[in-house]
């Protein structure tokens, strides 16, 4: 990201006191995997404030896509979720499937990674981004076309019509993906759910939309989740970064502080692990060891195995998120006495 | 991430073993184990002459001399079934013997030369397949008179296409991997690395299929039959029994239903056995 | 597309040719077919047989009395029946509305049935409500028309009674009731075919990931499958459907016999008892020429139903 000035990160809004839009707390989820129940999501606990965004951070198979799902009830057969998520103070776990719907059709909106394969290739995209306008807000068809058009001029598609006309497979990577968010946004949600949305896209293509995404987000004033594994990514878009890991929440943190103090060991190696443009390395460092998926693990710490810093303790602990300065947690024992070290590891590898 | 977290519909728990699956092997090859020990040993099972007409006793019930009673000629059924096992095998075997004697070299040749002589061979398949099958067999029998073996060679004729096709398509699948390639550059002759190296690779494909051909041409060779278009009378044979049960279905369902079971069980033994050969190739690939 | 479609139908006209040439050819390939079929009855004299190769011109070079012969096909005239002493185009055109009903009949079971059963499998997919449509359909698969059309007749014609066992019957109602078995009969093996491949697409479709874009949008599963997932299902059971019409025609041959049906079937297999080539040829053509077109129809519908091929086709 060469334009980070662009997106100014606003202050951390769940801290000012007003409600929340989403509260995860102890969520835990499991998938029927090869016929038994295996943990994927474990004590995930998180909070939303209006407008908003969170970035939900971690390796591949850590549980983000998982926890996003969770909480609009878009899981596989046979899976179960406990724990309590509230949105706008409503259980959505205890909700019936009718009223999940209702959720999805014009409270929350979600975006996936790929778009070429999440949009119907057999519709024409005024269909695509005008199907829940005319569903779920009863306009006609004019009417949804009309308001299509709009959506997509407000994403910088200078020849909306034409777009409007098109079928998925006429269109690039990047325009559909604008289409996806428009589809998204058409019934004005109050949160955005943002699953690896520009992962698949080139650099350029992905700033524009990050841009996209960002204007939208503030002229809106919406609350959004974003889940992506680029930490430079999170950094700039949001406003607070959840880490996971194994299933787990590792810290959350203000996305400023990630860089300048990262407040987990995990969250630390990751930081060092990002490859740099503004600098040659003999040799990129990586996470030594091997991610682990909630499913592996036993007790303790789960990062346990792969941290410099694990001690005998880190064995017997029971992990939970606790505070480690106003605004900050972590999951690590030691995080207090490490503040330094952490800080100045991260510093090195700069 | 996405391997582990796109929302993919899990399988879930099996409330049957799904039926084509191993036990498909077992069922499906006692069965036909069995229809084949019938029709070896028919003279030692059979109770009658399959023949003997005895216009005394037509449409008997069942009798303990007559186990599944007598047709409409007083002959005796279960002898007639017995003795019919022995046409409704043989029949389909040569026309599993003729399509592949054609089938596998045709397509063995067109997917391992592609280009023009593909085409055209391929060209000429669309035009056979574009023919509804039965139809065909119609036709030839039409021009060169009803008999038993008109009747396989024109079932033969519209399933040399159909293994030709497969044959081609696990051909193509094949050429891809690198020990043909090997193979080539080895400078070994198009017909050594056909025969010796991709044949025993698709011969599981080969086999899978025609066991389903098998019960497939059984099924249309009874039809044929059954049209009296096939095997004559007074010949044995389920089709034939079919058609005439048929005739005196008001007066005794016993024939029929005799031979519409014999014909069924037959064929589902054949497309089971088929299934479960098919499904033990994809598991051991 | 309309390249696509002007390819399709070249072809279509390509694969009648071919048909007529070797209709026309096994004819005249069996040995003393011809002159027999043109004497009837007559007796067979070297005289006679002289004066009628003479006066159907079969000294002619083949391909001349291929073009002869093409030409009347053309103009619906396929000579004359040997059995029934009319044009054949007569003895045709009143054996046809009793197929057609058949036929039409069996097709709109078919589909219906078929499809929601591959649907619900796939819908159910590893449950026992699966498991159990996969052995009724492989149950299903492997008997053919005239096997279950006995079976039909004997069970619920002659021991229940509820429907007729022989003819077509008079008017409505009582059509339908003389065609329902037979049309159940024809549809029966069918329904295997459609049901395999209806859940096998389904089930494709289904893992796709647009379906969960669409779940999330908040519509209901009965949209989610109505109108996604069934419409990007449609192209394999299209497929499928064109090659069924070549079964539902060799099924009804069978199944017209089987039921005593006064149809394009049952004529065909009188015709060929009795040698009477001209119907034979005239019955296997209208065959033919219906099963073309309606694949024809399929290649049609494929661009309807899938606008990348529709536009795809249009730009190149």
């Known amino acids: ?350 | 991430m996405t391997a582990v977290d796109v929302a993919t519909p899990l399988r879930q728990r099996k409330w049957l073993p799904r039926l084509p699956g191993s036990w498909g092997f077992v069922v499906g090859g006692a069965v036909i184990l069995v229809l084949l020990v019938i029709a070896l040993a028919a003279p030692l099972l059979a109770p009658h002459n399959p023949n003997a007409i005895q216009l005394t006793q037509t449409l008997s019930g069942f009798s303990s001399d007559h186990l599944l009673g007598t047709d409409a000629a007083g002959r005796d059924i279960l002898s007639r079934l017995i003795y019919g096992t022995r046409l409704s095998l043989i029949g389909p075997l040569a026309v599993v013997v003729m399509s592949i004697v054609v089938g596998v070299p045709a397509g063995l040749v067109a997917g391992y030369r592609g280009g023009w002589v593909d085409s055209v061979l391929s060209r000429i398949w669309d035009m056979v397949f574009g023919f509804p099958p039965l139809l065909l067999a119609i036709v030839i029998v039409a021009t060169f008179g009803a008999s038993f073996w008109t009747a396989t060679i024109a079932i033969a004729i519209t399933y040399i296409p159909l293994l030709t096709r497969v044959v081609r398509g696990v051909v193509l699948v094949e050429c891809r991997n690198a020990y043909v390639d090997a193979c080539r550059i080895q400078g070994f002759s198009a017909f050594r690395v056909c025969v010796f190296h991709i044949l025993p690779n698709v011969a599981g494909t080969i086999v899978a299929q025609s066991t389903l051909n098998f019960g497939y041409a059984l099924l249309d060779l009874a039809g044929l039959a059954f049209l009296g278009l096939g095997v004559q009378p007074p010949t044995p044979d389920w089709g034939q029994m079919l058609s005439d049960g048929r005739q005196s279905i008001l007066f005794s369902v016993t024939e029929v239903t005799v031979a519409s079971i014999a014909v069924a069980v037959a064929v589902i033994a054949f497309n089971m056995l088929g299934d479960a050969i098919a499904k033990q190739l994809v598991r051991g690939a | 597309m309309l390249r696509y479609l002007a390819r399709r139908g070249t072809a279509a006209i390509g694969l009648l040719l071919v048909t007529s040439v070797i209709l026309f050819l096994l004819e005249h390939l069996a040995p003393g077919n011809v002159e027999s079929v043109l004497l009837g009855g007559r007796p067979s004299t070297p005289g006679l047989i002289a004066s009628i190769r003479k006066q159907y011109h079969l000294d002619a070079p083949l391909y001349l009395q291929y073009w002869d012969w093409l030409r009347g096909v053309l103009h619906a005239d396929l000579g004359e029946s040997i059995t029934y002493k009319t044009p054949v185009s007569s003895v045709v055109g009143s054996r046809v509305l009793p197929t057609l009903e058949l036929a039409v009949y069996a097709a709109v079971i078919t589909v219906v049935v078929g499809v929601a059963l591959g649907a619900i499998a796939a819908l159910r997919q590893g449950r026992f409500t699966d498991s159990a449509i996969s052995a009724v359909v492989l149950v299903l698969a492997s008997i053919s028309s005239y096997v279950s059309g006995v079976v039909l007749l004997v069970v619920f014609g002659v021991k229940l009674g509820w429907f007729p066992i022989i003819g077509t019957g008079t008017g409505g109602l009582d059509r339908l009731n003389h065609l329902t078995l037979p049309a159940l009969a024809l549809a029966l093996s069918l329904i295997a075919l459609i049901a395999r491949t209806t859940r096998a697409s389904v089930a494709r479709v289904l893992a796709l990931e647009f379906v969960e874009t669409v779940r999330a949008r908040g519509f209901s599963e009965r949209r989610v499958f109505l109108k996604h997932v069934l419409r990007s299902a449609l192209i394999p059971i299209l497929t499928v459907s064109g090659l069924a019409v070549g079964y539902l025609i060799s099924g009804a041959v069978l199944v017209e016999y089987t039921f005593g049906l006064n149809g394009l079937g049952s004529l065909l297999v009188q015709a060929v008892e009795a040698k009477d080539y001209a119907v034979v040829q005239a019955v296997t053509l209208l065959f033919t020429a219906v099963f073309i077109g309606l694949n024809l129809v399929v290649d049609l519908l494929y661009g309807v139903v899938d606008p990348r091929i529709r536009v795809s086709g249009a730009s190149a």
């Open chain 1, 1 to 350: 990201m060469t334009s980070t000035t662009a997106f100014s990160s606003g202050p951390p809004a769940g801290s000012s006191g007003v409600a929340p839009v989403l509260e995860v707390e102890n969520l835990s989820t499991s998938l029927l995997i090869g016929g038994t129940l295996r943990p994927i999501v474990r004590d995930m606990s998180m909070t939303i404030g209006a407008g908003e965004v969170v970035g939900l951070v971690g390796e591949s198979g850590s549980g983000k896509s998982i926890t996003a799902r969770s909480v609009i009830g878009l899981l596989p057969q046979g899976a179960v979720s406990t724990g309590s998520v509230r949105f706008m103070g409503q259980d959505t776990l205890s909700m019936s499937r009718r009223q999940l719907r209702g959720i999805r059709s014009d409270q929350i909106g979600m975006i996936f990674q790929d778009p070429r394969a999440h949009i119907d290739p057999l519709w024409k995209i005024e269909d695509y981004v005008g199907e829940g306008l005319r569903l779920h807000k009863g306009l006609s068809k004019a009417k949804a076309r009309e308001q299509s058009r709009s959506l997509l001029k407000s994403m910088g598609i200078v020849d909306a019509d034409r777009v409007l006309d098109s079928y998925p497979g006429q269109l690039s990577g990047g325009m559909l993906q604008r289409v996806m968010i428009a589809g998204a946004l058409s019934c004005e949600p109050k949160l955005i759910i943002a699953d690896e949305a520009t992962t698949a896209l080139d650099v350029t293509v992905q700033s524009d939309i990050l841009a996209i995404l960002r204007g939208l987000q503030e002229s809106r004033s919406l609350s959004m989740l974003f889940i992506t594994h680029d930490l430079a990514l999170a950094s700039v878009i949001c406003d607070r970064v959840v880490v996971m890991y194994a299933g787990r929440p590792m810290a959350v943190q203000a996305a400023a502080d990630l860089f300048e103090a990262p407040a987990h060991p995990y969250a630390a190696a990751l930081v060092g692990a990002r490859p740099r443009i503004d600098q040659k390395v003999e040799r990129l460092q990586v996470v030594p060891g091997r991610p682990v998926s909630a499913l592996e693990v036993s007790s303790g710490c789960p990062f346990r195995p792969r941290c410099a810093y694990a001690i005998a303790e880190c064995e017997q602990m029971t992990p939970a998120l606790n505070q480690l300065e106003p605004g900050v947690l972590t999951e690590c024992i030691r995080a207090a006495e490490l503040r330094d070290e952490l800080r100045e590891s991260v510093h090195v590898s700069h």
